[in-house]
Nanobody, 125 residues
Framework: QVQLVESGGGLVQAGGSLRLSCAAS????????MGWFRQAPGKEREFVTA????????YYADSVKGRFTISRDNAKNTVDLQMNSLKPEDTAVYYC??????????????????WGQGTQVTVSS
């Protein structure tokens, strides 16, 4: 069992930056692929990025490539999302997810086993 708690959301102007953090409980955190998804009002949850269990592989959605960076610290049971050059279309609730397995290119929400409660990110124009 893994419990996830996101933090760091807020309101930022376009072009600004935010750093989200996801804290995980459970002794097996390091065995999970960790991902970030987002969901805007009236839209389906969409994949943002994921990182392998040891951090050596990452995968990004085209819409955030070059602007967002995912990282993890297995000693602290945390996974972070650094978001730069934010755009109004990045506005959404951001969710942290954990998935058993090794592939980071899995982008379907249903393939993830655990979720946090989400944190709101609002980017004003």
């Amino acid at each position: 069992q893994v419990q996830l708690v996101e933090s760091g959301g807020g309101l930022v102007q376009a072009g600004g930056s935010l750093r989200l953090s996801c804290a995980a409980s459970g002794r097996t955190f390091s065995s999970y692929v960790m991902g970030w998804f987002r969901q805007a009002p009236g839209k389906e949850r969409e994949f943002v990025t994921a990182i392998s269990w040891n951090g050596d592989r990452t995968y990004y959605a085209d819409s955030v490539k070059g602007r967002f960076t995912i990282s993890r610290d297995n000693a602290k049971n945390t996974v972070d999302l650094q978001m730069n050059s934010l755009k109004p279309e990045d506005t959404a609730v951001y969710y942290c997810g954990a998935r058993r397995g090794v592939r980071v290119g899995v982008t379907t929400p249903g393939e993830y086993d655990y979720w946090g409660q989400g944190t709101q990110v609002t980017v004003s124009s």
